[in-house]
């Protein structure tokens, strides 16, 4: 990948578009939101089969060994779809830190485990990752604080702007690894996210369109109003220019760098989905706010993706930590 997919990547990414355009997602979402995992599960076996879920895995352990371009490729489908549950967690940041820490059987079983499908996993990091996403439902969560890796048990669930990705606390318990560095299993974690806001702007563009095709005002399409095309237009422009600086920290990171790529990355994605979610509900009015229509899942996915992972404001401090030198400092925390 240099700035674009592959024609092996782009047949991945047919492939795993045909698998959940199948899927009834609107039905597994649902499900997921009210509490009943079932159908997510299923969906994350029928990932597993595809390779989705041991992208990251070694090779020894099962899975794919494949790199930040082929993970972007996945989670940006997965965007697409607003598949629900802990992807960035689960194919990306877990994989990275059980690598990492596989001289113990513990984590050579659950990297196994991911790689099948038979496992599904959470983080937290404080004060990066205080709560553990979908927590109820993981199988395994993870918690890396400083350079200890332990295993986490959850607590109680909390309110979520989302409610497909519910939060919950975690407690801290068994030791796992000491002398950890989980810089590059956070920054994979960022990569997968922003590619998900990708997938979620595209697919909320694709939706608004459709719409303005079909709603009409005074006897015409609202799509044939200038105002209406401009501002579709403007969202084709976000996601344009968010696309190759996805693509190219993607590239960064697989070189062995990257920080202040992921960062331009996460910041680009994520105002190209808030701008595609605001003018959805533009174009769609208030039928966009209700549950059944649907548009609910990628509404939900973009307002939290957004904040996950480091905010806005804390990606553009590290990148202009990072250009300005030391005389700047990136400010402590910053993620979900």
Not at 44 to 54: F, K, P, Q
């Amino acid at each position: 990948m240099r700035l674009a997919p592959s024609t092996e990547q782009l047949a991945f990414a047919a492939a795993l578009h045909g698998l959940l355009a199948a899927a009834d997602l609107p039905k597994v979402s649902t499900a997921w939101a009210d509490g009943d995992p079932g159908a997510g599960r299923a969906l994350w076996s029928a990932l597993a089969g595809a390779g989705v879920t041991g992208l990251l895995v070694p090779e020894r352990w099962g899975g794919q060994d494949a790199g930040p371009d082929d993970l972007i490729v996945a989670c940006e489908e997965l965007g697409h779809h607003a598949v629900p549950g802990p992807l960035a967690e689960s194919i990306a940041a877990v994989p990275a830190l059980l690598t990492a820490a596989a001289t113990r059987p513990g984590p050579r079983e659950w990297l196994a485990a991911l790689a099948e499908g038979r496992l599904m996993a959470s983080l937290v990091a404080p004060p990066w990752l205080p709560f553990a996403a979908d927590g109820d439902s993981a199988d395994l969560i993870l918690v890396a604080d400083g350079d200890e890796i332990r295993q986490g048990h959850a607590r109680s669930v909390l309110p979520s702007l989302n409610p497909a990705r519910r939060l919950s606390e975690v407690t801290p318990g068994e030791l796992i690894a000491s002398g950890q560095d989980p810089g590059r299993a956070m920054e994979l974690g960022v990569l997968a996210c922003s590619a998900q806001l990708l997938g979620a702007a595209r697919a909320l563009l694709e939706r608004s369109v459709d719409h303005a095709k079909q709603r009409a005002q005074f006897g015409r399409p609202i799509g044939a109003f200038q105002a209406v095309r401009h501002q579709l237009a403007d969202v084709a422009v976000a996601i344009e220019f968010a696309q190759p600086l996805l693509y190219a920290a993607a590239v960064a990171l697989k070189s062995g760098c990257g920080p202040l790529d992921v960062s331009a990355a996460k910041v680009a994605c994520g105002e190209a989905a808030r701008l595609a979610a605001r003018v959805a509900l533009q174009v769609h009015g208030a039928v966009g706010y209700t549950r059944e229509h649907g548009l609910w899942r990628w509404l939900g996915l973009v307002r939290v993706l957004d904040l996950a992972w480091g905010t806005p404001s804390w990606h553009r401090a590290r990148i202009l930590t990072g250009l300005a030198g030391a005389g700047t400092s990136v400010p402590e925390g910053g993620f979900e």
